[in-house]
């Protein structure tokens, strides 16, 4: 997209951005290795120096403007100029430097300084002299400020930052030459062009298609309106605006064809929109065109696996495939080979869902994982060797795929199917009843799945799993988030009930209770409540809570209501409970903190049901110890006598042994008080 006399820049800047965009769009286009390579092992400056933007070019014409009047050391300043219109920098340098020692203090010392720094400027070959470069035209700057070429110099200073790869700095230069110079500064419309140059090289589109719709609409020159039209153009295409994209482009192709076909960026984006939008034929033209004008350009095997793309979307799959073979052979270890083969697992993969074998889907996405295994779309490859196993059954393969899929830091773009993957099977093992393989594989990519929380219905399955195998703490920690991310109403009722079963084995009686209450809260009649209900007794049982026991075994258990004055119990059709051992529990915190008559009844049901076990004989002693009259009935009697008998418990008998004493023992006579 950079306006230059030779495209290498274009190449350089585009591809970073544009392919980058495309790429993460799921499509098959992306940058070359090998440039990618040039990158990384080439300075920027070496990149990006030999090329000439278009203020540039008009930068010898801007600083020979208004050429000082006769006088010394004019003679060696047009010496020096015509020098440096021959390219012959370092004779032009010597040239202006005898002039500004000549003409010191005048006009032609000026001109010739600044001559002689853009002279300097063009003839740099390392970053030393980039540097060295930059201070000298920013102690012109400060020295001429008031010049008009102190504009010059400034945008001069940003190209100078452009060839270190410092765009930001650059842009800043470029931005202040143009709100310091009027309209009509001829410079300023080029340095727009160059503005947008690179703007579009940081991957910011909409400055840089304002800059350009500025530059379109006051051309300084023919040439220029093209380079603003085409730069559009290709910024459309970037951003995915495909109609308006082929419009620009239909323009430039009528208006500037040379130009066109002198981009192979252009050329590219202009038969992708085509291709995207449908148009099959144009799309196959252009490209065409382009691989035949630049078949030695980087985007050559781009734009030919594009055209195979075409034929894939048209239905002619025999031909897609062997243009896709054509790249391969054609263009090894280049991003038109990655394409090609991404191309060809994707007519595996149809094949494969119509009875073909899913081995060929495997190798075609082997060859990607393998070959560019760094790369980004290596994370697709992934995805569909997990999924290709997935469809053949083979889980253990598939989790491990996805898995690495997971553990990529560029998994982005697939990390979703990825994950949503796993948890289909650890469903589908759960629904095959294989807890153990459930349990397993959870625990081997717990980090993967709880980063962030598995999906709800998946947590729910695999907690309980967890939880049965006694790994409690992390199906606690499952259950919870299971539920606070929003399950249905069934699953909310399920997850309560185990997660207070994993608090009750855990021992924390604390959140037992409250997650029994949440769930007769909201679940009063639902398919546990029975079980929250002795949940919630049973957490109550711990010290500092009898009298809310009391109270909560008043509303739930029936022994626990009140009777009529007739002494039928109320509420009649109430659930008992299902445990003795919370009957037993509920008599004793009534008798203490509540109704003592409702604990009596509590404990008359133990001793009437089972009358000669350990509850039973507890429930014995408590009648006889906590009846109301004054004189022990026969029954309290018979029922002490009964619990001193017992060898269940040594120390109840005793102390109901001690009552009994007490109750028949003959009362002492009175003794008289002492006489004087």
Known sequence: MLFIKTERAVHVAWAWRVMSRLLLAGKAVVLSIAMLQLMATTPVWAVVTPV???????????????????????????????????????????????????????RVEEAAHFLSAESQARSISGPQDIRAAISLLEELRRRYASSPRASWALWRIGSLYLRQGFEQETIARYEMVLRQESAGNPLAPFVRLDLADVYIASGQFAPAANILRIARQYPPDVDSLGQATVGLADVAHAQGQYRQARELYEVVEAQWPT???????????MGDSYLRLGDWPRARRVLNTGYGLHPRDSFAPVMLARMADGFKLSGQMQQAKNLYLTVVERHPGTEGELSAWLGLAELAEKEAFAGAPETDVRDAYGVILKRWSKHVRAGEALLHIAQSYQRVGALEEAAAAYDQL????????????????????????????????????????QAILTTPSVHGPTALVVAATLASFGVVDSAITLMQAALA??????????????????????????????????????????????????????????????????????????????KTASGSKENTDAKAPHRPELVLLCADQLAQYGDGRAGQDLYREIQMKEPDTLDGMWAAYQLARTSPSANLSKEALDFFERVSKTDKDRLLAAAASAHLARAVAPEAPAVPPKGN
């Open 52 to 106: 000439e933007t278009r203020a540039e070019s008009q930068a010898a014409h801007w600083l020979e403007r208004a050429l000082p009047d006769p006088g010394p050391g004019l003679e060696e300043l047009r010496n020096g100029i015509l020098k440096f219109e021959q390219r012959e920098y370092q004779q032009a340098i010597l040239s202006f430097l005898d002039a500004s020692r000549l003409g010191a203090g005048t």
């Open 259 to 269: 130009l066109l076909q002198a981009r192979p960026v252009s050329l590219f984006g």
């Open 406 to 445: 997971l553990l990529r830091a560029d998994s982005g773009p697939w990390r979703a199917q990825g994950r949503q993957g796993l948890e289909t099977i650890l469903r589908s093992l759960s629904a095959a009843g294989n807890s153990v393989e459930v349990a397993n594989l959870f625990l081997r990519h």
């Open 485 to 562: 991310a929003g399950v249905p109403a069934v699953q909310v009722e399920y997850g309560l009930m185990a997660l207070a079963q994993a608090y009750r084995k855990k021992g924390d009686l604390i959140h037992l209770e409250r997650t029994w209450k949440d769930y007769l809260r909201r679940f009063p009649d639902g398919a546990w409540s029975d079980e929250a209900r002795e949940g919630l007794l049973t957490a109550l049982s711990r010290p500092g809570k009898q009298e809310e026991a009391a109270k909560t075994c008043q509303t739930y258990l029936q022994g626990g209501r009140g």
